[in-house]
């Protein structure tokens, strides 16, 4: 089983929409979650931090849910520009390290 | 914000010979970089963690010797593709943690490395 699972897509959505990302991870003793983008042949950049709280910021809202183990992205009033693929990103502290695992990614294309 | 710079952006080699990969730091120090490989449509997988000063960790799978790592500074770290082949041919990314706060990371911008 992967350490972090995410749904591949892609997400065809018209601009306006509102999409859902959703996101398990696997090790119980992961401290922190985050969203990355990454564009095409970019390197990823931090999103959003995920707080158990949920947390929102403009039209992307995350929420975390410890006991279940998932981690979801919301993104409302979708423009063309939210086109990229979207990490689930955990990070644990392991053998003394804080090392980041990422998830494989969702793929959301945005339609004019 | 903390910048991360990778030379080169782009490199095209030919089987068996060695490619090295620069990251640095350019407005922080970081003790802790991390290297990581990722494949087309897929995620970016962790090779090793780069420790200044110290032997870097490296992640099940991957080869210690044919993925050389040294990090010399506390702005500079490198990998070393060493005999490589085309089924090396991958995004590298790699990431430095920042001394001052290490709950962050920051990624360089990639170097994409093909092998003919």
């Known amino acids: 089983r992967k350490e972090v699972e995410q749904d591949p897509g892609p997400f065809n959505v018209p601009e306006g929409a509102t999409v859902a990302f959703n996101c398990t991870y696997s090790?119980?003793?992961?401290?922190?979650f985050f969203w990355y983008r990454q564009d095409c042949r970019k390197e990823p950049k931090l999103l959003m931090s995920?707080?158990?709280s949920g947390n929102e910021d403009g039209r992307f809202t995350a929420q975390l849910n410890r006991a279940s183990q998932y981690i979801s992205l919301l993104i409302r009033d979708s423009k063309l520009s939210d086109s990229a693929t979207y990490l689930c990103?955990?990070?644990?502290?392991?053998?003394?390290?804080?090392?980041?695992?990422f998830g494989s990614g969702t793929r959301l294309q945005v339609q004019p | 914000g903390a910048v991360v710079s990778q030379h080169p952006s782009w490199v095209i080699c030919k089987s068996g010979t060695s490619v090295k990969i620069e990251c640095r730091s350019l407005?922080?120090?970081?003790?802790?970089m991390f290297w990581y490989r990722q494949f087309p449509k897929q995620s970016l997988m962790l090779m090793a963690t780069?420790?200044?000063?110290?032997?870097?960790?490296?992640e099940q799978g991957v080869e210690k010797d044919k993925f050389l790592i040294n990090h010399a500074s506390l702005t500079l770290s490198t990998l070393t593709v060493t005999s490589a082949h085309p089924e090396d041919s991958s995004f590298y990314i790699c990431?430095?943690?920042?001394?001052?706060?290490?709950?962050?990371?920051?990624f360089g911008p990639g170097t994409r490395l093909t092998v003919t």
């Open positions: 407005d922080f120090q970081a003790t802790t």
């Open positions: 990431s430095a943690r920042d001394d001052e706060n290490i709950y962050e990371q920051y």
């Open positions: 995920v707080y158990s």
């Open positions: 090790n119980s003793a992961s401290q922190s």
């Open positions: 780069s420790n200044e000063g110290s032997k870097a960790t490296y």
């Open positions: 990103v955990v990070n644990t502290w392991d053998t003394g390290r804080r090392a980041l695992t």
